[in-house]
């Protein structure tokens, strides 16, 4: 069925290292992909988004880069902090409607 | 920055009791939207609602939810008589077109 999945639901990263997040998707119609971080407790907080015409989008330490040919959405986050520490879900909405389909998440850990 | 507002940050309430979880939205925003997460689990959808009325909603969502923007402000989202499995916390959030802004949620707790 249609869904939107994580590859890994851990993810350890040693401090001021890259990470990347991966997120897998099955429905080519949708066409807007969101990352949300969300910390302990807290409400889901918007990271960055992308738009199904494009492949890749930058913002301040993380980038997303989305492969529709795979179905396949990653989030890179460069020079790791310890307030990276959360779980990372991945989103997709599709045209005919606003409802958000949401991925399993990762958790991120950042040792350091 | 402009927040989505939500109260009571925590609610505890027996099972069968009525409960309503208040929100406000972002001022400028058009759609209103409750989400809910179980512990430990995904972020799952609810409900959406713009122009006075509910735009589509899920499964979940079944004849013991209600939704209703009383005062143009206020965002409400009501379980009529709540169950043990509505224990989660409920996330409001709104958005102008893309780009949701999600409350902090209220943790519901039902003994």
């Known amino acids: 069925g249609e869904s939107v999945g994580l590859h890994l639901p851990t993810l350890s990263v040693q401090e001021g290292d890259n990470s990347i997040i991966n997120c897998a998707y099955s429905?080519?119609?949708?066409?807007?992909f969101i990352w949300y971080k969300q910390e302990s407790g807290k409400g889901p907080q918007f990271i960055i988004d992308?738009?199904?015409n494009m492949d890749k989008r930058q913002g301040q330490r993380v980038t997303v880069l989305l492969n529709k040919t795979v179905k396949h959405l990653s989030l890179q986050i460069a020079a790791t902090q310890p307030g990276d520490s959360a779980v990372y879900f991945c989103?997709?909405?599709?045209?005919?409607?606003?409802?958000?389909?949401w991925g399993a998440g990762t958790k991120l850990i950042i040792k350091p | 920055e402009p927040e989505v507002t939500q109260t009571p940050s925590h609610q505890v309430t027996q099972m069968g009791q009525e409960v309503i979880l208040r929100c406000v939205p972002i001022?400028?925003?058009?759609?209103f939207y409750w989400y809910r997460q179980i512990l430990g689990q995904k972020v799952e959808f609810l409900v959406s609602?713009?122009?006075?009325?509910?735009?589509?909603k899920s499964e979940i969502f079944d004849d013991q939810f209600s939704v209703e923007r009383p005062d143009g402000s206020n965002f409400t989202l009501k379980i009529r008589s709540t169950k043990l499995e509505d224990s989660a916390m409920y996330f409001c959030?709104?958005?102008?077109?893309?780009?949701?802004?999600f409350g902090s949620g209220t943790r519901l707790t039902v003994v």
């Open positions: 959030a709104s958005s102008k077109h893309y780009g949701y802004t």
């Open positions: 001022s400028n925003h058009l759609y």
């Open positions: 609602f713009y122009n006075n009325e509910i735009s589509e």
């Open positions: 429905n080519s119609a949708s066409d807007y």
């Open positions: 992308i738009r199904s």
């Open positions: 989103a997709e909405n599709r045209e005919s409607n606003y409802q958000l389909i």
